[in-house]
C-alpha cells in the first residue's frame, strides 16, 4: 500500500532531532528513540499482538525517519509478533536508502528465512539483517550477518552494542524502535540516546497493552510538539544526568 504524503511541517520540526553530518566523527552512532504508543502508554494491546496505532501520515513520517538513518534496530519480541519489512517507503530511491535492519535476538528465536524481511531483501526493497546473538550461531542462515555480544547473566553492554554496530558495520546513525524492553532499557542510558521521537495515538489499549514506561523518571528537554488530525508527535532530547 502506498504512503500517504508526508504533512509540509514534519521536516521542520523535525530538523533538530535528526542525524547531522557531524555525528561521523564521533565513537557511537546517532541514536534516535522512536516509537508510537496510546495515551495509556501502550504500545501495543496485548503481548505479541501487532496494533496499529498511528495515523496513516504519522506512519509517513516514520518512513521519513527511516529515509533519514542507516540502520533500525528492535528486539526479538517485536520481530516474532510483528514480522515488519522496517524498509522505508519514503523519498527518492526509497528502497536502496532503507536502514539496515538489526535485531537483538541473543538467544536466536527468530528465523530470517521466510520473513517479512527476507521477501523484502529478495526483492530489492530491503537489507539484509545483522543479527545480534550471545553465541556464534551453529547453523548460520544465508544472507544474515551477525554480531556476537559479550553477555553477563544474559545482559548487555548498550554502549559496546553501539560502538560495535558503529565501529564494524559503518553505520553512523540508528533509529531505535522498540520494542518495550528495548526502549524502557534505552530510556535510561541518556548518554546513548541523541533524540526521542513518540507519536501519540488517541487511543487507549487498556492495561493488557504492553507498556513503555522506564524504571526510573526520565527529564526531558528542548521539546517541541506536531499535532495532525489524529495524532501528535512529541519530539525532545533526554535530559544528561550529572
Ligand atoms: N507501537 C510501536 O511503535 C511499536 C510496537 N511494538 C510492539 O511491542 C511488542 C514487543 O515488545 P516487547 O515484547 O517488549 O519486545 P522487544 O522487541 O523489546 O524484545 C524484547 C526481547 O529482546 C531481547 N532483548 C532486548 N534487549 C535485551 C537486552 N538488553 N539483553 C538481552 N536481551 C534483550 C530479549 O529477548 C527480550 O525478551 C510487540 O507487540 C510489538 O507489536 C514494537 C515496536 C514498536
Ligand atoms: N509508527 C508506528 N505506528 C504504529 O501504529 C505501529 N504499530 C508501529 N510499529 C512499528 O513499525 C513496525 C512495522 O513496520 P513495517 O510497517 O512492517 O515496516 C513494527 O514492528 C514496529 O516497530 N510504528
Redesign the pocket.
Known amino acids: 500500500m502506498s504512503l500517504l504524503e508526508l504533512p509540509i511541517n514534519i521536516p521542520e520540526i523535525l530538523s533538530p532531532y535528526l542525524p547531522l553530518k557531524d555525528d561521523l566523527v564521533k565513537d557511537k552512532p546517532f541514536v534516535t528513540l522512536t516509537?508510537?504508543?496510546s495515551i495509556d502508554a501502550r504500545?501495543?494491546a496485548q503481548?505479541?499482538?501487532?496494533?496499529v496505532?498511528s495515523h496513516e501520515e504519522t506512519k509517513t513520517m516514520t518512513h521519513y525517519l527511516r529515509y533519514h538513518h542507516d540502520g533500525i534496530l528492535?528486539?526479538?519480541?517485536?520481530v516474532l509478533?510483528?514480522d515488519p519489512g522496517l524498509n522505508c517507503k519514503w523519498g527518492k530511491n526509497c528502497f536502496e536508502n532503507s536502514p539496515k535492519p538489526i535485531i537483538?535476538?541473543?538467544?536466536q528465536k527468530w528465523k530470517f528465512t521466510g520473513s517479512k524481511l527476507h521477501q523484502l531483501y529478495l526483492n530489492n526493497q530491503g537489507k539484509n539483517p545483522i543479527v545480534v546473538v550471545a553465541n556464534e550461531p551453529i547453523n548460520k542462515e544465508e544472507h544474515v550477518e551477525y554480531l556476537t555480544i559479550p553477555t553477563t547473566n544474559?545482559?548487555?553492554d548498550?554502549g559496546l552494542l553501539l560502538n560495535a554496530l558503529k565501529t564494524n558495520f559503518n553505520l553512523n546513525s540508528i533509529m531505535v524502535?522498540?520494542?518495550?524492553?528495548?526502549?524502557n532499557?534505552l530510556l535510561t542510558e541518556s548518554h546513548l540516546i541523541n533524540s526521542l521521537i513518540v507519536t501519540i495515538g488517541s487511543t487507549y489499549l487498556g492495561n493488557l497493552g504492553?507498556q513503555v514506561s522506564p524504571p526510573r523518571k526520565v527529564l526531558l528537554e528542548n521539546v517541541n510538539w506536531w499535532r495532525g488530525t489524529t495524532d501528535a508527535v512529541m519530539c525532545a532530547n533526554l535530559k544528561q544526568l550529572k
Open positions: 516509537y508510537a504508543q504500545i501495543a503481548k505479541g499482538e501487532r496494533t496505532i528492535v528486539g526479538t519480541g517485536t509478533a510483528d537483538i535476538d541473543l538467544k544474559g545482559k548487555f548498550w524502535e522498540g520494542g518495550a524492553v528495548v526502549i532499557q504492553v
